[in-house]
C-alpha cells in the first residue's frame, strides 16, 4: 500500500481558477511531518510547506494555502487564482521514522497545467 | 550562490562503465541524502547520510555506493551501470532528518 498518495495524475486549470490538489497518507507514527514539493519544467525540486503532526493549523501563504487534517490523513493544497507559473508537478511527501531514522517518503505527484 | 550543487547535470554514458556524481552543500546542514527520479517522475530515496551513519535503501543495488569526504559533500559512485540505471539523480540536504531538505539541481544519466 502506498504511504502517500495522490490520486489525481493530472490536472488542467483556466488562469484565474482555484484549484486543490488532494494528498492522503498513511502512517503508524504519531510523530510525523508532511511536506509538499513543486518541480517546474525546468526540473529542480522546490520546498514549499512543512507541517508536523502535533500541528493541525491551516496554513496561508500568499495564493497557496494547506488543509492538514488528523481526521482523514489528508494534507490538501490549494493554489487560488492560479497563474501559468504554477504550471507544475507536485509532490506530497511524509516523512516517519524508519530504520533507524526518519525517511522521506514522496506521492507520485499530480501535474497541473494552468492554460492562459 | 547555489545552495546544494551538483556536477555533472547530464552524464551520458556506455553499459559497463563506472561512473560519479558529485554533491556539494554550503548550507552547513548535517544530513545529505540521494534519491532517483524514474521516467514516470517517481522519486525514491537511495541513501541518507547523517554524522557518519549511513542509513541504505534496501532496495538500492550494492553497484550503487555513497561516499562523503566531509559534512559538505555526498557523492555517488555507479559501478557496471546498466540501462535501468538511467534516470535522474538528486542530491539532497537537510540540517536535521526531521526538517525540510533542499534539493540539488539533478543529474540526469543516460546509459546507452
Known amino acids: 500500500a502506498q504511504k502517500v498518495t495522490q490520486a489525481q495524475t493530472e490536472i488542467s486549470v483556466v488562469e484565474k481558477e482555484d484549484v486543490t490538489l488532494d494528498c492522503v497518507y498513511e502512517?503508524?507514527?504519531?510523530?510525523?511531518?508532511l511536506f509538499w514539493y513543486k518541480q517546474p519544467p525546468s526540473g529542480e525540486l522546490v520546498f514549499l510547506i512543512r507541517r508536523n503532526s502535533f500541528d493541525e493549523q491551516n496554513e496561508i501563504s500568499g495564493r497557496y494555502s494547506w488543509n492538514f487534517q488528523k481526521s482523514t490523513s489528508s494534507f490538501n493544497f490549494t493554489i487560488t487564482a492560479s497563474q501559468v507559473v504554477d504550471s507544475a508537478v507536485y509532490f506530497c511527501?511524509?516523512?516517519?521514522?524508519?530504520?533507524?531514522?526518519?525517511?522521506?517518503?514522496f506521492g507520485k505527484g499530480t501535474k497541473l497545467s494552468v492554460i492562459p | 550562490d547555489t545552495a546544494v550543487s551538483q556536477t555533472p547535470k547530464y552524464l551520458v554514458t556506455q553499459m559497463g562503465n563506472d561512473k560519479s556524481i558529485k554533491c556539494e552543500q554550503n548550507l552547513g546542514h548535517d544530513t545529505m541524502y540521494w534519491y532517483k527520479q524514474d521516467s514516470k517522475k517517481f522519486l525514491k530515496i537511495m541513501f541518507s547520510?547523517?554524522?557518519?551513519?549511513?542509513?541504505i535503501n534496501e532496495t538500492v543495488p550494492n553497484r550503487f555506493s555513497p561516499k562523503s569526504p566531509d559534512k559538505a559533500h555526498l557523492n555517488l559512485h555507479i559501478n557496471s551501470l546498466e540501462l535501468g540505471d538511467s534516470a535522474v539523480y538528486f542530491c539532497?540536504?537537510?540540517?536535521?532528518?526531521?526538517?525540510?531538505?533542499?534539493f540539488g539541481p539533478g543529474t540526469r544519466l543516460t546509459v546507452l
Open positions: 502512517t503508524r507514527d504519531t510523530t510525523y511531518y
Open positions: 511527501a511524509l516523512s516517519e521514522l524508519g530504520a533507524g531514522s526518519y525517511q522521506l517518503t
Open positions: 547520510y547523517n554524522n557518519k551513519e549511513l542509513i
Open positions: 539532497a540536504s537537510s540540517r536535521d532528518q526531521y526538517n525540510e531538505q533542499f
